[in-house]
Nanobody, 112 residues
Framework: QVQLVESGGGLVQAGGSLRLSCAAS????????MGWYRQAPGKQREVVAA???????NYADSVKGRFTISRDNGKNTVFLQMNSLKPEDTAVYFC??????WGQGTQVTVSS
């Protein structure tokens, strides 16, 4: 059983910052992929950022230069630092491990 616990969402004004965290626990042999996705109302879930076992990172074009994904291997935790937030970043953010396990989601709301 693998559990992902997310934290750090909330309400922020445009231009502000938030930092999301996702801690994984349970029977995980190795973590090769850690990612953040988001889903806005009426839209499909989309990948925001991902970090791979070699620490290679990928970002959606819409967040490049504003968001930074990082991981703490010792604690099986992945972070998403979000700066210069825009109203269009409003969504429920989900973390994902190994493209298998999902967190419960955390709401991020950016007011204009």
């Amino acid at each position: 059983q693998v559990q992902l616990v997310e934290s750090g969402g909330g309400l922020v004004q445009a231009g502000g910052s938030l930092r999301l965290s996702c801690a994984a626990s349970g029977s995980i042999r190795s973590i090769n992929f850690m990612g953040w996705y988001r889903q806005a109302p009426g839209k499909q879930r989309e990948v925001v950022a991902a970090i791979h076992s070699g620490f290679m990172t990928n970002y959606a074009d819409s967040v490049k230069g504003r968001f930074t994904i990082s991981r703490d291997n010792g604690k099986n935790t992945v972070f998403l630092q979000m700066n210069s937030l825009k109203p269009e970043d409003t969504a429920v953010y989900f973390c994902n491990i190994n493209q298998l396990w999902w967190g419960q989601g955390t709401q991020v709301t950016v007011s204009s």
